[in-house]
């Protein structure tokens, strides 16, 4: 089993494409709104435009009751200190609010408006400013990364394709015992991309080029140092230019150290030397630089849904070519059934994007295209419960009450040394 994120020491993820199933909209209105919960922050704003398809439940008072009570089970089953959720489906309604505290020790409440570190959801902007290289014609997808990066093992097979789809065959560096005891002994040290690097390539590689499936941050670093080499700007540089502002995503940002806006959450991890719970919200993010080192908040993941799932911006202008974006949404079966993974972007049961954990936090950005609805959760704890990353536990069963038959039903996989 698989997780799409970026824990440390642990593997990561998956996704493949499933059937669009119809499920029957539930009776009553097309809208209601949410009803009050204690302790609930709400957000509210009018529904969008019909959607073609009908596959998610009308938010009538039962069905917004049934959230309520279903976020508040997970969130006490699997000790989840705050979470903010955000569930649009164009022209039947929406569900935005969030529970519990953000600071556990000022018990400041959890807002929607709160910044949040996103993990491996920056894998979604580090591919998409590959793609746009591509459509440049600067670079190709079938390139072998030897070419733009030296001493990578077996660089001169590897494709930037294979490293965008999960399928290069390196070792994932944040699986090293050494990075390990480098990150936890000084969570707030700076880590460049090449010291990355050298935590993975020391280790054998695990399969030829191609042959299989495996999550791995270490593709990513990879892909980062390409989009540098190719442009002569920075990463962040890059991204900021590029896809953050054509796209009108003012919240979202490609931090250079510790800086966190505020307002933003407390994070909560057990990802530590000691195995104690500690407060994140300080560490350093650049220990997954391009595969998970952004941040961003409710409003920009909504509109980066979308986006990336169907390539389209809401004016209609595209950030890739249609021919690029069909590229990144083939996702070949990965171990995971119903689940695939394209080129740095997943598909659940239908449900397209990315989750990400970085410790301390997690969070989903999924979208389903056959009823235009998106789902976005975030929180501040990337503590598993039973095996299973909490983001994963709110998706599952949210998915559960409003498209049952397309359930965002990822799997963890046991930590891995």
Not at 21 to 27: E, H, R, W
Not at 185 to 213: C, I
């Amino acid at each position: 089993m698989m997780h799409a994120c970026t824990r440390l020491r642990r593997g990561a993820v998956t996704a493949t494409a499933a059937g669009m199933l119809i499920v029957p909209l539930a009776g009553g209105t097309a809208f209601a709104a949410p009803t009050s919960v204690p302790g609930a922050v709400t957000a509210t704003s009018p529904p969008g435009p019909s959607p073609s398809g009908s596959d998610v439940r009308t938010l009538t008072p039962d069905v917004t009751r049934q959230l309520d009570e279903t976020v508040q089970r997970v969130m006490r089953e699997a000790h989840v200190p705050g979470v903010t959720v955000g569930l649009w489906t164009p022209g039947q309604g929406q569900y935005v609010k969030s529970f519990g505290v953000a600071d556990k020790i000022g018990a400041g409440k959890m807002t929607p408006d709160l910044y949040m570190r996103i993990g491996s959801e920056t894998k979604t902007f580090t591919v998409t400013a590959l793609l746009e290289l591509v459509d440049q014609g600067k670079v190709s997808l079938d390139d072998p990364i030897g070419k733009y990066v030296d001493d990578v093992p077996n660089g001169d097979t590897i494709t930037l394709r294979q490293l965008a789809g999960m399928r290069s065959g390196l070792f994932n560096y944040s699986q090293d015992d050494g990075f390990f005891k480098a990150l936890t002994s000084d969570p707030q040290r700076t880590f460049t991309p090449q010291q990355l690097l050298g935590y993975a390539f020391k280790h054998p590689v695990l399969f030829p080029p191609g042959q299989k499936f495996s999550y791995c941050n270490t593709n990513l670093i990879l892909l980062g140092l390409v989009v540098e080499k190719v442009s002569g700007q920075s990463l962040a540089d890059y991204i900021h230019n590029n896809v953050l502002e054509p796209a009108g995503l003012n919240h979202t940002l490609f931090p250079a150290g510790t800086e966190f806006p505020q307002p933003h959450a407390q994070g909560y991890t057990d990802q530590t030397a000691n195995g104690q719970i500690a407060d994140t919200a300080d560490w350093n993010p650049s220990w997954a630089w391009a595969a998970g080192a952004m941040i961003s908040n409710l409003d920009d993941l909504r509109a980066w849904a979308r986006t990336v799932a169907t390539g389209t911006l809401p004016d209609g202008r595209t950030l890739i070519s249609p021919a690029t974006q069909k590229e990144r949404l083939t996702t070949p079966p990965t171990p995971i059934p119903g689940a695939g993974y394209g080129l740095g972007i997943f598909n659940v049961q239908g449900w397209i994007g990315h989750n990400g954990s970085l410790p301390g936090y997690e969070s989903l950005t999924i979208h389903l295209p056959s009823a235009q609805a998106t789902l976005v959760v975030l929180l501040n704890t990337d503590i598993n419960y039973k095996g299973t990353e909490p983001s994963t536990l709110f998706g599952d069963a949210i998915t559960k009450i409003v498209t049952p038959q397309h359930v965002f039903n990822l799997p963890a996989e046991p930590a891995a040394r």
